[in-house]
């Protein structure tokens, strides 16, 4: 089930509501956690007793921690928390793809060598395992004591808004929220505005920018124009699919009562690829930061050892969105510029933003070819077509492909780009506007909406959404394969 379909829309998010909010504050958890089981459920029941095995493994792990806090053998717990948690994550994510490179260094294909099985990738596994494996050190590093309330710990883990595409949440952050949260219908019409932003991010833009970037990474032998319209298209289709997820997810959140973290921060007009990774999913940079870059070492252990850390971790970031040697090489390619700009101290250089930026957003869109792409080498073709060695003009069959529609799409979608800055703060948990409610920022920006302009704007945006999205057959979400 996704947020993007009339199944979600107007039967499950309606009937969730309606119990939880009938249900009263203690048992609350309780509605959260079956809800967000039915949730999961819709998609494979049978993988429901892996994600609850999962849960129980961190929460008892995080008991034995605090109960031997102090001793040595409280490392015991720690290592069987993480190294269990990655295990799973390792063998359902990365089983597949050892196998394929193991058959193809010996030139040969799991087939031949006898291995006709091939395991199912179970949605949001990413996610679940890190928020359960950040939980495990953070009791351990006494971040946060161990819950011993389960159901508020498992509803945590499954809490649907999040639950398949993040952003990746830390216990340690909502804890204080399971125990005590506001429902008020300001927050709840508020949090529908920022969902119904989100959901029009996916539906209007992203969706209908898909065909273009589908049609470019289609093509066998890709030219210039059709290289640099698909990657611009795919940049484009991508932040607005997974953003619009993330808002959706924070106005669920506040719906709920919760406040979730950003998750992104207008990356595309970033002025180094270091300032990227502060605003592009920011809740995985954090996480890769806080339990893999500083406990390798960080920035404390000279220059070099600084630039591989930077390299590894963002190789590793690549492999955790997917088990493929495209991830993989996405990853080197922004570990190796971290590396550079930290070396070069390019990134505090102060150098001018006409420059920077562009820049850097061309090193991304380079980067997001070999993202998207199904294997290396048909990267490789589109990094060919966009030099031009594949002739200049577009196909009869690219053309055939994309439509006038899709082309004023991708100018909406550009302008939404440009000019989302001046607007973030519709979708900023820290400065979302409660709606009737007079609010200032810490910057003493008044962000309060007392007027009916913004309902009334929220509900006839809802309205071409939906509209929009009954003429679709489908809407999956980009980061679902993660």
Known sequence: ?????????????????????????????WTILIGSYLFYCWWRPDFLLLFVG?????????LMIERWEGQVKAKIPLILGVVGCLSVLGVFKYLNFFVDSFAALLGTTPDELGIHWRLILPIGISFYVFQAVGYVIDVYRKDTPATRNFVDFAAFIALFPQLIAGPILRFKDLADQFHSRTHSLALFSTGLGVF????????LLADSIAPVADAAFASGNVTFVEGWLGAAA???????????????AIGLGLMMGFKFIRNFDTPYVSASITEFWQRWHISLSTWLRDYLYIPLGGNRMGPLRTYLNLFLVMLLGGLWHG??????????WHGGWLAVERYTGYARAGLNKAFTVPATLLLVVIGWVMFRAASVGEAFSVYAGMLGLNGMAPSLEFLASVNQEHL?????????????????????PDRVPLIG?????????????????????????????IARLAEQSASPFLYFQF
């Not at 979600?8 to 958890?29: E, V």
């Not at 795919?234 to 959706?248: A, E, I, R």
């Open 1 to 29: 089930m996704v947020f993007s379909s009339e199944t979600f829309l107007f039967l499950f998010l309606p009937l969730f509501l309606a119990a939880y909010y009938l249900t009263p504050d203690r048992f609350k958890s």
């Open 54 to 62: 999962v849960t129980a493994w961190a929460y008892g792990c995080g």
């Open 196 to 203: 119904t932003i989100g959901l029009a991010k996916k539906v």
């Open 234 to 248: 795919y940049t484009l289709q991508l932040y607005f699919d997974f953003s619009g997820y993330s808002d959706m």
């Open 323 to 332: 088990a493929a040697w495209t991830f993989v090489l996405w990853g080197a």
């Open 408 to 428: 004023v799409f991708i100018m909406i979608a550009v302008v939404a780009v440009v000019m989302e800055p001046r607007f973030k703060h519709l979708t900023d």
């Open 437 to 465: 409610t007079p609010q200032v920022a810490a910057d003493g920006t008044v962000i309060a909406t007392s007027s009916i302009a913004y309902p009334l704007a929220m509900t006839a945006l809802l309205a071409v959404t």
